[in-house]
T-cell receptor, first 115, second 110 residues
Framework: NAGVTQTPKFQVLKTGQSMTLQCAQD?????MSWYRQDPGMGLRLIHY???????DQGEVPNGYNVSRSTTEDFPLRLLSAAPSQTSVYFC??????????????FGPGTRLTVL | QQQVKQSPQSLIVQKGGISIINCAYE??????FPWYQQFPGKGPALLIA?????SEKKEGRFTISFNKSAKQFSLHIMDSQPGDSATYFC?????????FGKGTMLLVSP
């Protein structure tokens, strides 16, 4: 199993550009989530999904969109990138029966810089 | 409003010593408290977790102590090793999401 994979590993954007961060898992996990990690701020939840077709907002959703058309994939879209979105983004997945109560498996992260 | 407060922000411990990281929470609906370990350039990984029906959980050199009345929990790393040098995050969950503390950067000196 590849676990949770994220692409790209690094990305540099200009202010106003849009892009999609990809996340995929091959563990048949229904619960998936996106976090951003900033120095001194810990991990903050952006969006999460409890299954295909179901998404919800986390603590810091503004400027980001998500969709969940399949169990395996959970892409994160930046609509119009801003310097404040410079961060390391982590995708995580777990079994859905108890969502966050289960072990969260994190991907390797995407380091995004917005100029 | 920060729902999970973690301290200290950084910690230096001698090899063989005890590392202690503390967390406090505000939301009484939280009922699951995991700790995650993160090495540089990697994603976090689950280290150990506790439910509030027990006051302590031990796995090898790692122990969680939980004080429900004080709404506090802590991670103790016994016989700390240089390989334990990492960032540690406490977290809390009440239903559908996980809330993380800001993290503690631990350095174990040889």
């Amino acid at each position: 199993n590849a676990g949770v994979t994220q692409t790209p590993k690094f990305q540099v954007l200009k202010t106003g550009q849009s892009m999609t961060l990809q996340c995929a898992q091959d563990m048949n996990h229904e619960y998936m989530s996106w976090y951003r990690q900033d120095p001194g701020m810990g991990l903050r939840l952006i969006h999460y999904s409890v299954g295909a077709g179901i998404t919800d907002q986390g603590e810091v959703p503004n400027g980001y969109n998500v969709s969940r058309s399949t169990t395996e994939d959970f892409p994160l879209r930046l609509l119009s990138a801003a310097p404040s979105q410079t961060s390391v983004y982590f995708c995580a997945s777990s079994y859905a029966d108890r969502g966050p109560y289960n072990e969260q498996f994190f991907g390797p992260g995407t380091r995004l810089t917005v100029l | 409003q920060q729902q999970v407060k973690q301290s200290p922000q950084s910690l230096i411990v001698q090899k063989g010593g005890i590392s202690i990281i503390n967390c406090a929470y505000e939301n009484t609906a939280f009922d699951y408290f995991p700790w995650y370990q993160q090495f540089p350039g990697k994603g976090p990984a689950l280290l150990i977790a506790i439910r509030p029906d027990v006051s302590e959980k031990k796995e090898g050199r790692f122990t969680i102590s939980f004080n429900k009345s004080a709404k506090q929990f802590s991670l103790h790393i016994m016989d700390s090793q240089p390989g334990d040098s990492a960032t540690y995050f406490c977290a809390a969950s009440g239903y559908s999401t996980l809330t993380f503390g800001k993290g503690t950067m631990l350095l174990v000196s040889p």
